[in-house]
């Protein structure tokens, strides 16, 4: 039972940093692939990405929710999304993403449909999983 992330992520990057089997790869193109994506088969479920995750968007798979509800300021990273976010990393490198989607406090937002996008991140080949 992998870890995910989900489209809650606005690619901080922290969690790459502290995973210690290195199962953690930033999507590229971002333009294509705008998170961070977990190798399923590398994560050994030590949780300690979810800790330092600042949009708090990973989850173990089996807790993934279908009906998240949203806190404030959150957003979800999706090809829908019309609001551009710019922001910064953990490592204070600037952050564009050009399709957000801005969740209003305790709207609920179905997580679940993004165990398939990291999925298929990885089985698209290495031109996407570089890291
Ligand atoms: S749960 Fe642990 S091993 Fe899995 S991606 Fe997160 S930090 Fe890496």
Redesign the pocket.
Known sequence: M??VITSLCLRDGG?KD????E??VPGKPASEWPWYY?DPD?????????AECPFEA?FPDSEVPAAHVAKEGQRLSRPEGTAVYDGTDHNKQPVHLDHTVVLKAGETVDLKPDIAVNAKFFQEGPGHSAK
């Open positions: 992998p870890h969690c502290v995973c210690p089997v199962a953690i977990i590398t994560c050994i479920d030590c949780g300690a990405c979810v990973i």
